[in-house]
């Protein structure tokens, strides 16, 4: 990805020159950083933390990747140098992301909770909470960093209506509250067509008229006589602190925070510490779900194990009926594993993450690892029924398919090598599949010529011992003839 995405949070109540201030700094900061081709800022809005004054946001387009071949060009290292650049502004949070793999899942590559209120208690109840899970999140290694765009600082205006006085001057206390919202929040109207396009009409007063608590004045609501009043006089305001905006998940009042996993960690293994933090800090009537991407990958990953075991049941059933033994099959299913922790062990030489291309290296792996080992039992199988004894057949089928096996596995290991060492656009993925795959192969291969024939020799023998071939009814038929 060659997109960074800069979220920027002053303090609440921040007016837009102070954000704006805030965010030249940030970009004086920023701006020389070599891998860096063009950027745009906005005050005013946040990617996060959404639209306000007191945000703002940076979207960086990197350099391609002909540009930035060094070590240290890549997106998270950039992201870190934005970091190291930043830290030491005390006056704003900041963030810095890359966008999401999948557009429309999230807002961020990361992951992607809410902390919700199950039991119906106060928001400051649920902000504490929350930060307590993130100071948790941030104590863990797997975690980069985690923040929360909410606050309960923000200054407000709380409006109070005099109902009594509004039934006595025959003004409806909602026509107060319409005209409040029509002159400051706005109000929709209607439409019009204009140069062959539509516009929506708004009908809202204008900046001026509406900066302080003394335009109520000028506000009118009618009365069902027909005659005008101020709304200032049906009105109380109070000054207090609270949320800028409130969200609900799932029906619950629920609080969003962002992370990223730390360089080194996958994003399962983020979403594992944020199971055990949540276990350790949420306390009874609180909980959480993840969202975005992380949601499908949370929800998902606790049935890959269950489909794998599928897999190898129904592998194990072709394979009884393709060898009409229920022991032999064991030996080619055993013999897999070693080519899996060459993949591993591969992965952790070239500190790559358990990702999900690597998982798709394993499938492709494991078919060419037991087509091997089906290769060197069904030789030997073949073999021991001409009367070959069981060692003998081991060794004549490790012998025989040697050439056959380095061919095939050789060939894949040349044919991986350009994903293994590949550079630029989706480098990362193709990697991921190129070692885990080579690693396999390699120690995988090297293992299956020696472990493949003794693991043929002990389940050959425990399948003569307690199933002794059966004679087929024909052949019974045609001796007794």
Same mark, same amino acid.
């Given at each position: 990805m060659g997109t960074v995405f800069v979220d920027v949070r002053t303090s609440p109540g +921040?007016?837009?020159e102070t954000t704006q201030t805030i965010v030249n700094e940030i970009q004086e900061r920023i701006q020389d950083i070599p891998q860096i081709k063009m950027f745009s800022k906005i005050v005013g809005n946040g990617m996060i933390s959404g639209q306000g004054a007191a945000n703002g946001m940076f979207i960086i387009r990197l350099k391609d990747w002909d540009e930035r071949t060094q070590k240290g060009d890549d997106i998270n290292s950039v992201i870190s140098e934005i970091y190291r650049r930043t830290d030491d502004i005390a006056s704003a949070d900041i963030m810095a992301f890359a966008q999401p793999m999948i557009p429309g899942y999230g807002v961020s590559s990361g992951f992607e909770i809410y902390v919700q209120d199950q039991k119906g208690g106060t928001t400051e109840d649920l902000l504490t909470? +929350?930060?307590?899970?993130?100071?948790g999140l941030n104590a863990r290694p797997e975690i980069s960093r985690a923040t929360t765009s909410f606050d309960t600082k923000f200054p407000q205006y709380l409006v109070e209506i005099d109902a009594a006085r509004c039934k006595r001057n025959g003004v409806s206390p909602a026509d107060v509250l319409n005209v409040l919202s029509g002159y400051i929040g706005g109000s929709y109207a209607s439409n019009m067509n204009r140069f062959s396009k539509l516009y929506r009409v708004m009908v809202q007063a204008s900046p001026e008229y509406r900066l302080d608590t003394e335009s109520l004045d000028n506000m009118f609501v009618r009365n069902d006589a027909g005659e005008m009043s101020p709304v200032s006089q049906y009105l +109380?305001? +109070? /000054?207090v602190y609270g949320a800028e905006t409130l969200s609900h998940f799932n029906l619950f009042s629920a609080i969003s925070v962002n992370g990223t996993p730390?360089?080194?960690y996958s994003s399962g293994q983020a979403i594992?510490?944020?199971?055990e933090v949540a276990a350790q800090t949420l306390p009874a009537g609180y909980g959480f779900e993840f969202s975005g991407m992380s949601r499908e990958e949370a929800s998902t990953g606790s049935s890959t194990t269950i489909i794998f075991i599928i897999c190898v049941v129904f592998i194990y059933l072709i394979l009884c009926a393709l060898y009409e033994s229920v022991f032999i099959p064991i030996a080619v299913i055993l013999s897999v594993p070693f080519g899996l922790t060459g993949s591993f062990l591969f992965a952790k030489m070239f500190g790559l993450e358990n990702n999900i291309y690597l998982q798709i290296g394993l499938l492709m792996l494991i078919g060419l690892l037991a087509k091997t080992a089906i290769l060197l039992t069904e030789y030997a199988s073949e073999r021991r029924k001409h009367g070959m004894s069981i060692p003998q057949a081991a060794i004549s089928a490790a012998q025989i398919r040697l050439r056959p096996i380095l061919m095939t596995s050789l060939t894949m290991i040349f044919g991986m090598l350009p994903l293994m060492f590949a550079t630029g656009v989706g480098a990362n993925g193709n990697i991921s599949v190129g070692v885990g795959t080579v690693g396999g192969m390699l120690i995988g291969t090297i293992a299956l010529l020696f472990i493949v024939p003794v693991l043929f020799i002990i389940f050959q023998s425990l399948q003569e011992k307690y199933m002794p071939? /059966?004679?087929?009814?024909e052949l019974e038929e045609s001796k007794s003839n």
């Open positions: +921040t007016n837009l909470i +929350t930060k307590n899970m993130i100071d +109380t305001l +109070t /000054r730390a360089p080194g594992q510490a944020v199971h071939e /059966r004679k087929r009814p």
